[in-house]
């Protein structure tokens, strides 16, 4: 199924997990926030929310500076 990651067009298998994602993304021990249709979802959510055709993710990393 093709999903947009990112505003880019990005396949992934029918029924992959918010953790799926982020696992096939080599992305696991990154400090993230996901948006999925525009609404975040909680960390301990990931596993649990399936993703959809055409569903919109946003993942955004979280950058340390001073």
């Known amino acids: 199924m093709e ?3 990112n505003g880019e067009p990005h ?3 029918p029924g992959a997990t918010l953790q ?3 696992e096939a993304l ?3 021990q990154q400090s993230l926030a996901l948006a999925v249709n525009r ?3 909680p960390r301990q959510q990931w596993g649990q929310r399936s993703l959809q055709a055409q569903d919109k993710v946003e993942i ?3 950058i340390g500076g001073g």
Request: glycine fraction near 0%; avoid cysteine; charged fraction near 15%.
């Open 3 to 5: 999903i947009e990651l």
């Open 11 to 13: 396949q992934l298998a």
């Open 20 to 22: 799926d994602l982020i």
């Open 26 to 28: 080599a992305l696991t």
């Open 39 to 41: 609404s975040v979802v």
């Open 60 to 62: 955004v990393r979280a």
